[in-house]
């Protein structure tokens, strides 16, 4: 699988927008690149966790926003992170945005790489 660099101003903004749209694309191809790049706390497939997260009404992006942070110590060879606690607390808060920002971030490293 190859990792795709991704602006992340132009990632907010084009899911502001297209009214969400590119988001859900966002969130599509960021769960499958950040299983590929962290596969000891890999989730579903970016497909299945779009739909498991639309069949129980958002519960579902919270869960995975806590791997997202798992996903992302696993990637920066954090063995105990609070990385997870943290996307958590975020996303709880309502800002998880920040979260898929944040892990952007860290996957266009090792798309660079």
């Avoid at 706390?41 to 958002?58: M, Q």
């Avoid at 997202?68 to 996307?87: H, R, S």
């Amino acid at each position: 699988m190859t990792i795709k660099n991704r602006s992340i101003p132009v990632c907010v903004i084009l899911s502001i927008v297209t009214l969400g749209i590119y988001g859900i694309y966002w969130f599509v191809v960021m769960t499958n690149e950040s299983n590929a790049l962290a596969p000891k706390n890999a989730t579903a497939s970016g497909g299945k966790a779009f739909l498991f997260t639309l069949i129980t009404f958002g519960i579902y992006s919270i869960y995975w926003n806590y791997k997202l942070g798992a996903k992302v110590d696993e990637m920066k060879g954090t063995e105990n992170g609070n990385t997870g606690l943290l996307y958590l607390i975020i996303a709880l808060i309502g800002f998880s945005i920040i979260n898929s920002c944040l892990a952007q971030s860290e996957i266009n490293k090792h798309a660079n790489a």
